[in-house]
């Protein structure tokens, strides 16, 4: 991964990191031609890692295409907050349609586009995670399956935020949500459920998967040009920290999305056709405590009393993401 | 041109001449054929510039419709029964947005039980849906309905569901007459959307929208319906001037002048119900029917003036709003309201029971002679059900009411002749 390529002095903020990079590989994102996809003004709470993505994502897929680019957008906290009527902070062709029916909408612009003959012009849909891995995972599956000419991004932040924190099949175990609460035998989310849908996507052999979180903005943005230089069905999975629904401070929102890759709970990869072709190496390896202790979800781990043997658990799911994906730095990285 | 095709062929012919750009489809009986048919002429290369996507479901049917048509295509699709149901959701939003997407419904029974056969519940199921439903009576009418659908959505913004009786005319091999594309074309022009995803001039669709303007919104969907009020008869007086046929419109009348009793129904079961008619008149019997093509918009007024100079109303629906009784028949009394009219509400049909002659006969005759009660469901065999009554309240586990009836009524080969 491009991103990977640079040798940071330190593990910490990437704008420590744009400083030493050449001209031309910095983000544009502070440059006065930022095309600002997603505008100022929209009503998403403090430290809000959906806005944030959404925006270097859009961004990055506006200037993958000049700027020729049309979005589908599931119901959810990403519509809710950028679209209350008669405002809109969106400075692209964009449609609401419904929850679970992004992908399929997507589809069928695709579709009008090609048939009109508007082949410059690029499809994206975006939804969170209930919107993607839940009620909307059929119509996804349709899209990758016909190899639609669409790029879909999951802004994944591991619950039903918009209606209050309710769990998805993308909550992590032991989180704590309405649905999922911190009340008998097994206290929040349960081991032993859940998807990947990352890993889905890979099974439908679609020319591009990847990963990527809001800790890591360039690596994202360079994963959305690549993702637009490529035709078919393409699956972007965003790693986007909430605040209000995993009990965080707004100002660890990156933090959290950079311990959450670096402890292996979230890998990031790029797949094509249906196999790895690359992952961000974690360079210094952190235990999931450090990752863990910063949200309220995930409190009833170390109050009133540490529970070691479940914290483990949870260890043991990030070491299995690192062999899995083949994630921790060698030497000669 | 004049064919003898099957009705679902002669739909995708005339579908195919309007020049669809993306038709979706997803199998459901009795619609299969339609898509079927279109797929084949995309593919074969006899409609242009389409594109025919293979969804993995009715609900993504609908969704991609409503994709492309907000990406300015002419968008079509078809569906039926639980198909629709399954994109309920899908089918009030293309509304609320104001695409013109036309559907074609090969109308058919809801389930459970599940029944493959034809009524009209699953259309009616979706009556409140901001859609405009037409009916067709006949297969020569459905090809004029969907032509004459795409120009009404296109012009009001308003998607248009065209509803063909499943088997009874879809499956129906008959003689019908197949317009040239000139002569469509001039009917129906390019399609100009009123508001269309362009990145040239980028708009936000499906914003939400506050107390402090939906009553508003929905207004305006109620108030485009009242406006296809006057442009269906436009567009029929139209179509007849350049084809040569009358079709469509709000309804169609038959032998009302001085009929005391009104028959009114939907769709295919209007061919039976002329015949009966036309028998009653030759007794003697002063008896009149109404066809009504456009259910949504619901032309009260319109039927007000063919009803109100009869004695009695008989409404026909193959449909049931169980508790109550039916869904025509309430929206007839609504059309009547203050007129002093008793309107009879007779279910019939219903999971494709075939509409008899003679069942209609007896019933239009008891209803002549004023001694119709105000619901009854046509052919009901009262034996069955009261055994079945009895069976419920002294069985606590009476076990699955619809085997219950089938073994009741002895082997499918016993009741068959």
């Keep these: ?333 | 041109m004049l064919k003898q095709i099957e009705g679902s062929r002669a739909v995708a012919e005339a579908v195919a001449l309007c020049r669809p750009e993306v038709i979706c489809a997803y199998p459901i009986t009795p619609q299969t054929h339609i898509v079927e048919n279109l797929g084949q002429m995309v593919k074969g290369g006899e409609v242009d510039h389409c594109e025919f996507i293979n969804v993995e479901s009715e609900f993504a049917a609908l969704s991609v419709a409503i994709g492309a048509s907000a990406a300015g295509a002419r968008a079509y699709t078809a569906t039926a029964s639980q198909g629709l149901l399954f994109m309920a959701e899908a089918v009030y939003n293309a509304s609320g947005l104001g695409l013109p997407i036309v559907m074609t419904i090969g109308n058919r029974a809801i389930g459970a039980p599940i029944n493959i056969w034809n009524d009209q519940q699953d259309s009616m199921s979706m009556r409140d849906a901001g859609w405009i439903q037409l009916y067709a009576e006949t297969n020569q009418e459905a090809v004029d309905l969907h032509i004459q659908a795409v120009r009404l959505a296109e012009e009001l913004s308003v998607p248009v569901m065209v509803c063909v009786d499943g088997f009874i005319l879809t499956h129906a091999f008959e003689r019908v007459d197949i317009p040239g594309q000139t002569q469509v074309d001039d009917f129906v022009p390019p399609y100009e959307p009123r508001q269309i995803l362009d990145p040239a001039d980028p708009v936000t669709i499906g914003a939400m929208v506050g107390p402090e303007a939906f009553t508003e919104v929905r207004y305006l969907a109620h108030y485009r319906q009242m406006q296809a009020l006057w442009l269906i008869p436009e567009l029929a007086e139209e179509f007849a001037e350049q084809f040569g046929r009358s079709s469509g419109g709000l309804l169609h009348e038959y032998r009302v002048e001085g009929a005391e009793t009104l028959v009114v129904a939907l769709g295919s079961v209007n061919g039976t119900i002329k015949d009966v008619v036309d028998q009653m008149r030759d007794d003697g019997i002063a008896i009149g029917s109404v066809s009504v093509t456009s259910f949504r918009p619901f032309p009260a007024k319109r039927l007000r003036q063919c009803l109100s100079g009869g004695k009695r109303i008989v409404v026909i629906e193959k449909s049931l709003a169980v508790g109550i009784g039916g869904i025509v028949s309430t929206d007839v009394r609504m059309a009547l309201a203050g007129a002093g009219l008793p309107v009879h509400t007779v279910v019939a049909g219903l999971g494709g029971r075939a509409i008899t002659q003679q069942s209609l006969l007896n019933t239009l005759s008891r209803a002549h002679r004023d001694v119709l009660e105000p619901l009854t469901f046509l052919d009901l065999r009262h034996d069955v059900i009261h055994r079945e009554i009895e069976r419920l309240e002294t069985q606590r586990r009476s076990g699955p009411v619809a085997e219950n009836i089938l073994r009741e009524l002895g082997s499918v080969a016993d009741r068959i002749g």
């Design chain 1, 1 to 333: 991964m491009r991103s990977s390529h640079v040798k940071f002095y330190q593990t910490g903020t990437f704008t420590v990191g744009n400083r030493l990079l050449d001209d031309a590989d910095r983000s544009v994102q502070a440059a006065v031609e930022r095309t600002n996809s997603l505008n100022s003004g929209h009503r998403a709470c403090q430290g809000c890692g959906e806005a944030l993505g959404a925006r270097y994502a859009i961004d990055a897929a506006m200037r993958a295409t000049d700027n020729q680019l049309i979005a589908a957008n599931a119901t959810g906290c990403l519509e809710v907050f950028s679209t209350p009527y008669p405002e809109t902070s969106w400075q692209i062709p964009w449609i609401h349609s419904l929850f679970g029916n992004t992908a399929a909408v997507a589809t069928g612009i695709a579709a009008a586009l090609r048939v009109k003959g508007h082949n410059e012009t690029r499809v994206v849909a975006q939804g969170g995670d209930g919107g993607t891995t839940d009620i909307g995972f059929g119509c996804l599956s349709g899209m990758f399956e016909r190899n639609d000419d669409v790029l879909y991004i999951c802004y994944d932040n591991e619950a039903y935020m918009n209606t209050g924190v309710q769990r998805s099949s993308a909550t992590p175990p032991t989180a704590r949500t309405a649905t999922s609460q911190v009340v008998g035998p097994e206290p929040g989310n349960v081991f032993g459920q859940g998807k990947n849908v990352p890993l889905i996507a890979m099974a439908h052999e679609i020319p591009y998967v990847a990963t990527a979180s809001v800790a890591d903005v360039r690596d994202l943005e360079d994963k959305v040009t690549k993702a637009m230089s490529i035709r078919g069905a393409r699956y972007i999975h965003i790693l986007v920290p909430c605040p209000l629904g995993w009990g965080s401070a707004p100002h660890d929102t990156v933090k959290l999305a950079r311990l959450a890759t670096e402890s292996g709970l979230f890998p990031v990869f790029e797949a094509e056709h249906g196999e790895v072709t690359d992952r961000c190496r974690i360079r210094r390896k952190v235990p999931v405590e450090d990752y863990l202790k910063l949200q309220r979800r995930f409190a009833h781990l170390f109050k009133p009393a540490l529970k070691s043997d479940v914290i483990a658990q949870l260890q043991g799911l990030a070491d299995r993401n690192i062999r899995r994906f083949d994630l921790l730095a060698r030497e000669e990285d």
